[in-house]
T-cell receptor
C-alpha cells in the first residue's frame, strides 16, 4: 500500500528566502511522485514529477525536488520565495496500474513581506 | 484548448436530492477520475475510468455512481445527497492509466448539502 506524509501543515517564509516543504512516502514498488500546487479556489496544477529517471527533478516556477530512496523522501525546495508562491502544496504518490493517486494532507505556504 | 472542464461550479442541494456533476476533457485522454477534497484530508479518489467503457471504484465510492459517456465525458451522480457529501469535487484526466502519467485537473465543483 502506498501513503504520503507531509510533515508540516503550515509553513511561513519571508519573500526572498528559501522554501522547504517536506514529504515522506511509503510504497511497496518503485513509485512515481508528484508535487501539485493549488491556489485559493482553483484547481490543481502540476509542479513537477519523478518517474525513476534523474533523482533531482526541476519543475515550473523555480521549484525542484530530490528523490531520496534511502530516506523515502521527496522534499520540495525553491531558493527564493515570491509572494505568488503562497498556496497549498500537495505531495502525491502513484504506483502500480490504474494511476490511482494517493495525496498527502497538504502544506499551506504563506509568504510574508 | 480548454483542458478539463466541470459544471456546475457551485451547487446547493437539500438532503435526499439527486444531481449529476459533469466533466469533459478535450485532450484526447483515455483515463478520467473523480476526487473529493475535504479540509485537512487532501484529495481522495471516488471512481475512475481507465479507458472508455470501463469504470472502477476508488477509495470512497459509497453514495456515488459514474458514467463514462464517451471518451471525452465522465459524469458523477449523487442519487440521494447527504450532508457528508458536502465537499469540493475535482475531475481529472490522463493520457494513460499508468503510474508515470500526469493527471490534469479541472477547476472543481463546490457542493453543499443542507
Amino acid at each position: 500500500a502506498q501513503s504520503v506524509t507531509q510533515l508540516d501543515s503550515h509553513v511561513s517564509v519571508s519573500e526572498g528566502t528559501p522554501v522547504l516543504l517536506r514529504c515522506n512516502y511509503s510504497s511497496s514498488y518503485s513509485p512515481s511522485l508528484f508535487w501539485y500546487v493549488q491556489h485559493p479556489n482553483k484547481g490543481l496544477q502540476l509542479l513537477l514529477k519523478y518517474t525513476s529517471a534523474a533523482t533531482l527533478v526541476k519543475g515550473i516556477n523555480g521549484f525542484e525536488a530530490e528523490f531520496k530512496k534511502s530516506e523515502t523522501s521527496f522534499h520540495l525546495t525553491k531558493p527564493s520565495a515570491h509572494m505568488s508562491d503562497a498556496a497549498e502544496y500537495f505531495c502525491v504518490v502513484s504506483e502500480g496500474g490504474g494511476n490511482k493517486l494517493t495525496f498527502g494532507t497538504g502544506t499551506q505556504l504563506k509568504v510574508e513581506l | 484548448n480548454a483542458g478539463v472542464t466541470q459544471t456546475p461550479k457551485f451547487q446547493v442541494l437539500k438532503t435526499g436530492q439527486s444531481m449529476t456533476l459533469q466533466c469533459a476533457q478535450d485532450m484526447n485522454h483515455n483515463s478520467m477520475y473523480w476526487y473529493r477534497q475535504d479540509p485537512g484530508m487532501g484529495l481522495r479518489l471516488i471512481y475512475y475510468s481507465a479507458s472508455e467503457g470501463t469504470t472502477d471504484k476508488g477509495e470512497v465510492p459509497n453514495g456515488y455512481n459514474v458514467s463514462r459517456l464517451n471518451k471525452r465525458e465522465f459524469s458523477l451522480r449523487l442519487e440521494s445527497a447527504a450532508p457528508s457529501q458536502t465537499s469540493v469535487y475535482f475531475c481529472a484526466s490522463s493520457l494513460l492509466a499508468t503510474s508515470t502519467d500526469t493527471q490534469y485537473f479541472g477547476p472543481g465543483t463546490r457542493l453543499t448539502v443542507l
